[in-house]
């Protein structure tokens, strides 16, 4: 959402809709890729989309992705090709690198609030506190 449209009432319902949630729990169990980045994936993963859901139905106008994907997918991004990167190579080499670490076991106990102070920079606005 536009930071312009970011206001105090904006904000307190987001404190509300995230106080109102469990914290998750889940295991980032094998890496996957979309056609532009490689990622990690979460199992399970029902509660992070029934979240992701209701999130969005709370804020119509803001889909996920811009309403890019009729089904967000839960994920961690990883790498994204880069001009001039060996992608493939890159690829591969991660893999490898997180077969011997994986699963790794993950707790969300807040969701992030990130603005974008310049083009592709982010910083965190707030933290919301899940319910422990």
């Known amino acids: 959402m536009p930071r312009r449209a970011l206001t105090d009432s904006v904000i307190a319902t987001l404190r509300t809709?995230?106080?109102?949630?469990?914290?998750?729990?889940?295991?980032?169990?094998?890496?996957?890729?979309?056609?532009?980045?490689?990622?990690?994936?979460?199992?399970?993963?029902?509660?992070?989309?029934?979240?992701?859901?209701?999130?969005?139905?709370?804020?119509?106008?803001?889909?996920?992705?811009?309403?890019?994907f009729a089904r967000p997918i839960p994920h961690a991004t990883l790498a994204e090709p880069t001009e001039g990167s060996e992608w493939k190579h890159t690829a591969e080499k991660l893999r490898e690198a997180a077969a011997s670490i994986l699963p790794v076991p993950c707790e969300v106990t807040y969701a992030s609030l990130l603005e974008e102070r310049e083009p592709e920079r982010w910083s965190e606005r707030e933290r919301f506190p899940l319910t422990s």
């Open 17 to 68: 809709f995230f106080a109102e949630r469990p914290q998750l729990s889940f295991e980032l169990a094998r890496i996957d890729a979309f056609p532009d980045a490689l990622y990690a994936a979460p199992e399970p993963n029902a509660e992070l989309i029934d979240l992701i859901d209701e999130l969005a139905l709370a804020f119509p106008e803001t889909p996920p992705y811009g309403g890019a």
